[in-house]
């Protein structure tokens, strides 16, 4: 039996493992591109082209993830506790923004898509945490500049953060488990596929329905995550895998 050390394991999240946190999902029929549009908020050319609107967008789903009612749930701690309990390395690359896995305890996490926590100058490129609205007359509290603070998220178009790191993740995991994601944003609907091709991962997909890339897993587990995540972490755990 190989034993622990060696067999890293690697995670990916995505607005699912939030949606029973109270935050919205992107795609479900009620989620948020049913009512705006990608192009509109979500990319570089509409933050040239309507600044304030962008802002808005951000700063109500940072207002939403400072209320009261939004907490890490069931499936974000399960995460941490696989984190402090599995003998070898656990990496938890999230496409999300919120800061529920950080506020559950997990710490060897990559936000790939950014945090909406944090505002970055495009003047000075300096990031800081960021808890207010933003608006175009925001100064940077870096450089002064005013006009050049954006929310530190990745829009689409642009690359996302850390993709070295993760790439050299996905080679060296022995199992690799996506939770609450579509598969339908690139890059990282393309991990599984790495992980299988580049390495010995065994993967596994733990989702509320069927995802795009559900036929890449060797195995598919469907229902909510805060019912699924902590069973699966238990198994995990009992060296049942
Ligand atoms: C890039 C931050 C170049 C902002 C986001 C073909 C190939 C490669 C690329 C492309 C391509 N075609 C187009 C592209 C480019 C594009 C892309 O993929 N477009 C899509 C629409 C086709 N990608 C990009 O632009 C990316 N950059 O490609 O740069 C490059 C390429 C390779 C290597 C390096 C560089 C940048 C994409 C990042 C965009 N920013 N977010 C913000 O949050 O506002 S993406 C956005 O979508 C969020 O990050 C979100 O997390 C992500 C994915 O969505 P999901 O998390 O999966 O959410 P979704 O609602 O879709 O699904 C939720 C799932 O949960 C559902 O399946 C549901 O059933 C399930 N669920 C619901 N409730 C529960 C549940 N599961 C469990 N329990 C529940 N209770």
Known sequence: MQQHEDRPIVILTGAGISK????????DPDGIWARVSIEEVATP???????????????????????????PNAAHLALARLERE?????VLV?????DLHERAGSRNLIHMHGEILKARCE????????????????RCPACGEAGAMRVHVVWFGEMPFEMARITQALAAAALFVSIGTSGSVYPA?????????MGRAHTVELNLEPSDGV????????????????AFVERILASAW
């Open 20 to 27: 029973e946190s109270g935050l919205e999902t992107f795609r």
């Open 45 to 71: 050319e509409a933050f040239v082209r309507d600044p304030e609107r962008v802002h808005g967008f951000y700063n109500a789903r940072r207002r939403g993830l400072m209320s009261e009612g939004v907490v």
């Open 86 to 90: 599995w003998p070898g390395e656990v």
């Open 94 to 98: 999230t496409q999300n923004i919120d």
């Open 123 to 138: 003047a000075c490129g300096g990031v800081t945490d960021w808890k207010d609205d933003l608006e175009v007359a925001t």
């Open 189 to 197: 609907a393309g991990f599984v596929q790495e992980a299988r091709m």
């Open 215 to 230: 036929s890449l897993f060797h195995e598919a587990r469907h229902g909510p995550a805060s019912e699924l995540v902590p």
